[in-house]
Each structure stands twice: as C-alpha cells, then as structure tokens.
C-alpha cells in the first residue's frame, strides 16, 4: 500500500519489478499498459500502409505514413523558412530606417509594415485553438449561469426546454450562413476590434458547443439531493449563499462533464466553419490543400486529420486535468 | 412546567393524483425542556411527517406547533436537525461542515476565534477531532454521522431534531454512537425528539416514548414514560427488569395493537412534495425485519 500512495500509477508496476514483488503479474500489467496501445498504432499503420497503397486517385496514390511523415517534416521546414522571411522583411526596414536616420538626423523614421506572408500550418493551429478557447469560453459564460437558473426554477425549464431541444441538434453547416450574414450586417466598425471572419467562427462555435454544458449544468442543479436543500432551509441560507455554497459546488462535477462535451463538439464544430466560410484556420487549411490538388495535398491533408485529432485529445486530457483538480468529487471521472 | 415545545392538533393532507390523502390526524404533544422524546412506529405511520412539521419544512393543515412562545412556520437552526443520511456537504471537510453552520448562526455574535474554538468544542464533543480536517468520503457512515449531529449541536438549538439518526449504521457503530449521545446529553440536557425504529434504542435513551399508530390519518397511540435513573448503562440494563418491561411494551404496541397486516392495500406512496420521505425504502424495510426477528425471541 505503501508505494501506491508515493509513486504514480503508472510507475507503479516498474517499481514493484524492482522490487520482485510479484514479477509475473507486473509484466502482464505492464504489456496491457504499454504493449497492447504499441500493438494497436503498429497494426493500424501495417493495415493503412497496405490499404493506401491500393487506392489510385487523380491525384496519384493514396499516401502511406512514411509519406505522411514526409509532409509534416516539409509542413515544418515551410514554417521555419516563412519565419525566416518575415524576420528578413522586418530586418531590412530597421535597416533602412536606420540609414536614412543617419544621412539625415532630422529624418522622421517611416512606420515599420507588417509582414504579409500565406499564414503556415503552424500559424493555422495557432489561429483555430484561439478561436475555438473564445467560442469555448463564450458559450461557457452563458451555458453555466443559464444552466443553473433553469435548473432551479422548474417554470423556466419549462420554459426554455423545448428551445433547448429543437436547437441542440442544429448542424454547424446550418448555423454557419446565418452567422454570416448577420455579422455583415451587425458586426460594421472602421476599425473592427476583431476580424469579422473571427466573429463569425467563435458565434458558430458558441451556438453549437452551448447546449452539453447547459444541459448538464441544468441536470447537475436539479440533481441537488433533497437533504441538502433541507440543510440550505435550516441553515436559513438567502437565495444568492444557497447557490453559492450549496447548489454550485454541488453541481460542479456534472458542470465539468458539460464542459468536456462542449470542448469535444467546439473543436469539430471549429473545423467544419472554417472550412466552410474559409475562414482562417486548420479546416481553411485543409480546403485549401483540397483546392490545390498537388500530389502533395493528400499528405498534407492527413498530416492536418492527425493534428486535429491529436489537439482534440490534448484539449480534453487539459479539461480532465482542470477537472480533477477543481472537482471534489473524484470517484465520477474515470476516463 | 410549562412546555417548551406545544404540538397541538396537527392534521396534515397531501394532495395527491387520487384525492388527498391524510396523513396525521390530531397529533398533540408537549415538551418541555431537556427532555427525551422518541417517536416510534411502523414505517409509513408519518413519524417524519411530524419531525418535519416541528422543522418547519413541512406545513400542518390545521394545527400548529409552538415553540417557546412561538408558532413555527418556517425551518430554522433553534430547530436543527439530523438527517437520517448524514447530509454532510460532501466537498466540506467535518471542521468546515460544522463551519458553514456556526458561520451562519453566530454570525456576528462570535469573533472568528470563538467560532474556531465553539467548531472544535463540538466536534470534539463527538470525538472527531482526529479527522475533523476530512472530507465525508475520507470517513466511515457511523462518523458522518458524528459530525451531522456536530453540526446541528453546534446551531445551539432549542429543540434538537434527529430523523432515525442511526438507522442506515451497523449494529455495533449504532451502540458507539448512542452511548456517546448519552455522555452528550448529561453535558448539555437538550431537549430532543428522535424517530427511531428501534425498541432498545428507544428504551434506552428517552425519557418518554411516543408510539404512533399505522396510517393513513396516523396519530399517537400511546405514550409510554422511561423512569430509568440515569446514567444508563445498557450491560446493566440488559438484565434489569424494569427495562425489560419497557420493552415489552413497546413490543407489544407495535405488533398487538398496531400490527401491519401486509396483505392490507397499500396505502398510497409517498406523497409528492415531503421531504426525505423514506417510507417502504429498503432500509426501513430491513430495520422492521429485525423488529420482528426480536419479537420472536
């Protein structure tokens, strides 16, 4: 019992390896923690190798994952030269500045331009986890507090569920040109804060990932068991400590499962607007390759499939993370 | 003596899909202070029914429930209560979980070092100061349960409510935790009401047992009085006839007088809208069952 508490779990089986404890069942344990997922990636890739190599497409073969891997090594080296050139563009004005400063004292310096470049894959990652954390965190703000007053009130449940229910279900790809349309005609500034392509991907993602967190806030308030309400009314709590210091808590664990939902659907939801309004990001990325139809896109492609599937993962292992440390109730999150 | 506590002519209906149904007709009883009062009965007789109308948490239909000159209609902490499952907040540790109560009843009657001081007095009162620092899950049923009854101590009520107290616990933790019940009660001499299911748990810590009738339209049947001198040892008890008698009273209410015919149709369930209703639950079922093994013997 002793080592359970001081190492992690995952060590654990090397440790007590160490130790002679048992090596039988360590081994097997350790060949289900670390062989059988090796086992799985080779299979996959033995069976893709194959399998790609038996489609012809118009634009040649299906790439393997030797190919693949080929892809995000150029999808790097691409990244590093476009750094490179900016750096470059930015160098040379300084420099300029510079000269003419010195020619002539009195000079005004010009206004250094920005840079102008094709944003890079890396760049595209970078614009949609921004994007998709604003949708996230917008949709939070508005599912959590609306959550909990539908879940106390059961008037305004009524209310509001059959709402809820006809615009859960609603495709992003049905959202998407209404968004559009009506952020042209809202969203007019001179000197707009954000780009309009921006706002209407965060409102999409913000439509689409609203509903698993206010469901569940909802369900999370409603499920306060009734002893509990009982202590709130002998305490004499007011209306604003019973749902901070009851309801709240009490629903926290629910809450996070909403939120791990809606981070799931805000990322797919992300890469279909982007894709379809070409707005910047991971899933322009992947129209553009599309469009560009070099024997080099479906590499780049797939390169792109991995990376959104991997960030998805990351970014739900991140919420499980917050989850366990925020949550009390530690029993509820398995996996 | 003038009561502390005057439950006078309390009926009380639920509307449900088949009409109203009532549950307690007439209940009258008085208390006065630092006495014992257990309310004992079959399941569904509405024992908790009255414990929740002298909380506040439920309304009489007619009648009322006065308390130190006061009529009660609204739950509050002079009438604090112990739930029958603890009902700890379950991301509070036993310290903050009496906290959250002390906070909100001597809120600026007490420095914050007396609250610190007042919180471990009572969680020491129940032997939790060892773990007054874990979280529910971290300790076993028999001390939630200790720092439940910590908890409603520490609102200093006048009138200590308890809702089978100890009924979801062990047989042995049970025993534990009356006997520390006892130490308690010669300390502080509250005045209580608990609803137990249990005839030696009754005998043993009240002054006064109440015992109700089956329902629907439950009332109390008979009061019997415990002059056992105190402090009650329960070894000592065990061999003492008057004790015995006591049981046997209390027995023989139960299963001549007021016994539950099974195959009678069932009274209608758990009306919507009561608190912790528990009537028929698994438990309760489980506590008569053991009623039943004892009368045999």
Known sequence: ?335 | MTPLLDISGVSIEFKTDNGPFKALDNVNLKIVEGEYVSLIGHSGCGKSTVLNIVAGLLQATTGGVVLDGKEVNEPGPERAVVFQNHSLLPWLSAYQNVELAVKQVFRGRKSRAEMKEWIEHNLHLVHMDHAMHKRPNEISGGMKQRVGIARALAMQPKVLLMDEPFGALDALTRAHLQDSLMEIQRELNNTVIMITHDVDEAVLLSDRIVMMTNGPAATIGEILTVDLERPRHRLELAEDHRYNHFRQEVLRFLYEKQRKVDESPRAPAAPKGQPSGRAGTPAAAAVVTTLHKKNVA
Request: charged content about 15%; hydrophobic content about 50%; some cysteine.
């Open chain 1, 1 to 335: 019992m002793a080592i359970s508490i001081q190492t992690p779990a995952l060590l654990e089986p090397w440790v007590r390896l160490l130790r002679g404890d048992r090596p039988g069942t360590q081994l097997n344990l350790l060949f289900r923690q670390i062989g059988l997922p090796i086992l799985g990636i080779a299979l996959f890739l033995m069976f893709w190798q194959t399998g790609a190599n038996q489609v012809d497409t118009s634009l040649g073969k299906l790439p393997g994952p030797a190919e693949v891997w080929e892809q995000a090594g150029n999808l790097r080296a691409e990244h590093v030269a476009e750094r490179e050139r900016a750096e470059a563009f930015y160098q040379r004005q300084h420099e300029r500045n510079a000269q003419r400063l010195a020619e002539n004292p009195d000079a005004k310096p010009r206004p250094i331009r920005g840079y102008t470049g094709k944003p890079t894959f890396f760049d595209q990652i970078g614009t949609s986890l921004v994007t998709v954390m604003s949708g996230f965190a917008l949709a939070s703000v508005i599912a959590i507090p609306l959550g909990i007053a539908i879940g106390l009130s059961a008037l305004l449940y009524s209310a509001v569920n059959p709402l809820v229910q006809i615009f859960k279900p609603v495709s992003p790809l049905a959202w998407l040109p209404l968004v559009t349309i009506v952020v042209a005609a809202v969203y007019t500034s001179d000197d707009p804060l954000f780009a309009k392509s921006y706002v209407v991907s965060v409102l999409t993602v913000m439509l689409c990932s609203l509903w698993p967190t206010l469901i569940n806030t909802a369900v999370g308030v409603t499920s306060v068991s009734a002893d509990l309400n009982n202590v709130s009314k002998v305490l004499r709590l007011t209306w604003m400590e019973h749902v901070r210091k009851i309801v709240l808590p009490a629903s926290v664990p629910m809450i996070f499962t909403g939120l791990r939902l809606s981070l799931g659907t805000a990322w797919m939801v992300l890469i279909a607007a982007e894709m379809l309004a070409q707005n910047p990001g991971l899933g322009k990325f992947v129209w553009d390759e599309f469009q560009n139809g070099s024997s080099q896109s479906l590499g780049r492609i797939m390169v792109a499939v991995l990376v959104i599937g991997l960030i998805g993962y990351v970014l739900d292992r991140c919420m499980l993370a917050l989850q366990r440390w925020v949550s009390w109730d530690k029993d509820a999150i398995t996996r």
